[in-house]
């Protein structure tokens, strides 16, 4: 299963990517406006970061406009994957896009038949929102194994993208039902990496450790 980092927070990106653990990078207008930076250079700045996807999204609504946008933004950099929303207009755009040759992530999809439609019109990504679903009282993790399934009957290529990965329980149900990504919050991702227990154990072994006199602790030295 491939991480995908979900923010367009640069230390963030470069904090994770230092310890090798994402496989790309996923951006919404929200994310980027957060930042308080420019789209262009803000995406700029995060494709010359990671060697891997990174998702940029059209901010128009019609297909017209989307598809003008998605052209601008896939020129940006090689590996640009360009998010397109996914309303009926979004999907007028993705076919023709898509026809072009652009890699397109296809976001904000909350039912397996928008996913279905966007496999068939060729997404390189169908990225459902888990946690926004199950705020709405809707099991986001029951979607997220529907869409894996009618993917797998069907060999669609179109890969399953786990977003609004709001704790750390919905990405262990993503990846226990199959996705291909999991996009994920820094916040979420330092939870992943932490454990009460595994700081206790440790504590606990170097406190006897340290009752050793200091002249036996010499694990390092031969000499
Ligand atoms: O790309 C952002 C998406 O993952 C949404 O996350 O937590 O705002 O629903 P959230």
Known sequence: MKIFLDTANIDDIKRFARIGIIDGVTTNPALVARE??????????????????????????????????????????????????????????????????????????????????????????????VGRLDANSTSGSDLIREIVTIYKNFNFQTQVLAASMRNVIYVKEAALAGVHVATIPPDILDQMMHNELTDISLKGFLNEWHKLPPEKRNYFDKD
């Open 36 to 129: 308080g930076r420019n789209f262009r250079e803000a995406v700029e700045e995060i494709c010359e970061i990671i060697n891997g996807p990174v998702s940029a999204e059209v901010i128009g609504t019609t297909a017209d406009v989307m598809v003008d946008e998605a052209r601008k933004i896939s020129k940006i950099h090689p590996n640009i994957v360009v998010k397109i929303p996914a309303t009926p207009a979004g999907f007028e755009a993705l076919g023709i896009v898509s026809k072009d040759g652009i890699k397109v992530n296809f976001t904000i999809v909350y039912t397996s038949n928008q996913a279905l439609l966007a496999a068939k019109l060729g997404a390189t990504y169908v990225s459902p929102f």
